[in-house]
């Protein structure tokens, strides 16, 4: 049987990793996920994910956090050293859904980019317009966008109501609007790479138990 792992997600990518959890047959994997909005506070992301990890440490044989660095400036990371579990790799969802050097030249190009996400565009009156506000204080929107200069969509799926959702986005930041087609990215490759190095371990060892 393979090892128990439990995944604790940001609720923004809990649909793209039940749909892996499903397309590969992980039903040994279990998704915890946190409120997406904690990325309006990033500070308190390390704290609520090493109570997750506290609250399950002996339930499972395997811990995958499914967040990149999120904006913790590194805190999460020793959040992670201390309980030997891994996360995906890089700063932010943009740069693992659009993998790296693709990030890295959008970036560079335009560094005044603001970034959406199939969730994000499905989400965006809540996370963005009503966390920070906008649709009471409307005038907010030229201050805290003065220095971007598009927005760019990275499509998880090729739905055109999330490329209408899109437009919808960047008309009310005033902002032109890039789509670029990614799927899941680095989000795929890292968890199921993950995934496959414990079931080999398990393996191993269960193969090893058997032959004492």
Not at 24 to 45: F, K, S, T, Y
Request: net charge negative; aromatic share 8%.
């Amino acid at each position: 049987m393979p090892a128990s792992i439990l995944v604790i997600a940001c609720g923004a990518l809990a649909r793209e990793i039940g749909a892996l959890k499903t397309a590969n047959g992980w039903d040994h994997l279990d998704i915890q996920c946190l409120d997406a909005a904690l990325h309006n506070r990033p500070e308190e992301i390390p704290g609520r994910v090493e109570a997750l990890l506290e609250r399950h440490a002996d339930q499972y044989d395997q811990r995958f956090v499914a967040y990149a660095d999120c904006g913790t400036g590194g805190r999460l990371d020793a959040v992670l050293e201390r309980w030997q579990a891994q996360r995906i790799p890089g700063a932010h969802c943009y740069e693992f859904y659009a993998t790296t050097d693709v990030f890295h030249a959008l970036a560079d190009a335009e560094p005044g980019t603001f970034y959406l996400t199939d969730f994000l565009v499905r989400h965006f009156d809540r996370l963005v317009i009503e966390d920070l506000k906008l649709n009471t204080h409307p005038t907010l929107r030229d201050t805290l966008f003065a220095h971007y200069t598009r927005v760019v969509y990275l499509a998880q799926t090729e739905d055109a109501s999330l490329v209408a959702g899109a437009q919808r986005a960047a008309d009310q930041l005033a902002l032109p609007l890039e789509v670029i087609q990614t799927g899941l990215g680095d989000l795929q490759s890292a968890m199921t790479a993950q995934v496959l190095r414990w079931q080999d371990r398990s393996e191993v060892s269960r193969v090893t138990h058997a032959a004492h």
